[in-house]
Nanobody
Framework: QVQLEESGGGLVQAGDSLRLSCVAS????????MGWFRQAPGKEREFVAA????????YYADSVKGRFTMFRDNAKNTVYLQMNSLKPEDTAVYFC???????????????????WGQGTQVTVSS
C-alpha cells in the first residue's frame, strides 16, 4: 500500500509563502494524477491543484491560480505545492493524493484518488 506523507505546513501571516512537500513511500507506484486538496473547518475537502503525471501539465483551482505552483522532483519522489501571497482564506488542512484512474475530467473529485496523506495544517493570520 502506497503511503503519502505531507510536510511543510505552519502558521504564517497574510502575504507570506509556504512550500508543502509530499513524499511517496514507493517510487514506481501507478498514478495518472497527483493532487493537492484542502479542507477548512466545517467545509468539504476541495481541489487545489493537480499534475498529470505522464505529461507534466498542472491544473489549479481558480482561487489559487497565479499564487500556488505545483511541481515535482522525480529524483526525490516528491511533489511540492509552493504557496505565495497567502490569504486567511487559505487556512486549511492540506492533503496530498494520488491515483491510477484519475483523468483530466475527474481530477477535481476526491473520490477518484486512491491514496491520501494524513494532511498538514496551514494557518494564515490576517
Amino acid at each position: 500500500q502506497v503511503q503519502l506523507e505531507e510536510s511543510g505546513g505552519g502558521l504564517v501571516q497574510a502575504g507570506d509563502s509556504l512550500r508543502l512537500s509530499c513524499v511517496a513511500s514507493e517510487r514506481a507506484f501507478p498514478r495518472s494524477f497527483m493532487g493537492w486538496f484542502r479542507q477548512a473547518p466545517g467545509k468539504e475537502r476541495e481541489f487545489v491543484a493537480a499534475i498529470w503525471w505522464s505529461v507534466g501539465n498542472t491544473y489549479y483551482a481558480d482561487s489559487v491560480k497565479g499564487r500556488f505552483t505545483m511541481f515535482r522532483d522525480n529524483a526525490k519522489n516528491t511533489v511540492y505545492l509552493q504557496m505565495n501571497s497567502l490569504k486567511p482564506e487559505d487556512t486549511a488542512v492540506y492533503f496530498c493524493a494520488a491515483g491510477p484512474l484519475v483523468t483530466i475530467t475527474t481530477m477535481k473529485s476526491t473520490s477518484k484518488y486512491a491514496y491520501w496523506g494524513q494532511g498538514t495544517q496551514v494557518t494564515v493570520s490576517s
